[in-house]
């Protein structure tokens, strides 16, 4: 069975960094591509970064470039989310989700399998 499990978020002052971990269970991230995706309360969800399993391509949206960086951890089969300098606009409910053989892409119909959130909270 084909899980996602995040984690890592929690309360942090703006300014600081957290570090979201996304572990795969049932399958391996080679032949995926895994995203992280944010939703805010009243706000659709957005596509923040992707990492696809494939060649190792990376995808980060201008709202958060320089800030977060995505990578992984192959023996571990797990997705990170590294994110610095947190705004108090970065608060979300943040997801990581799964999709085989596929591209880097920030639509969420495009993605089939779907870990459950981890919130963050940024305090100014």
């Known amino acids: 069975e084909v899980q996602l499990q995040a984690s890592g978020g929690g309360l942090v002052q703006a300014g600081g960094s957290l570090r979201l971990s996304c572990a795969a269970s049932?399958?391996?991230?080679?032949?995926?591509?895994i995203t992280w995706f944010r939703q805010a309360p009243g706000k659709e969800r957005e596509g923040v970064s992707c990492f696809s399993g494939e060649d190792g391509s990376t995808y980060v949206a201008d709202s958060v470039k320089g800030r977060f960086t995505i990578s992984s951890d192959n023996a571990k089969n797990t997705i990170y989310l590294q994110m610095n300098t947190l705004k108090p606009e970065d608060t979300a409910v943040y997801y990581c989700a799964a999709v085989y053989r596929g591209v880097p892409a920030t639509i969420t119909d495009y993605y089939n399998y779907w870990g459950k959130g981890t919130q963050v909270t940024v305090s100014s």
């Open positions: 049932g399958f391996s991230f080679d032949n995926y591509v």
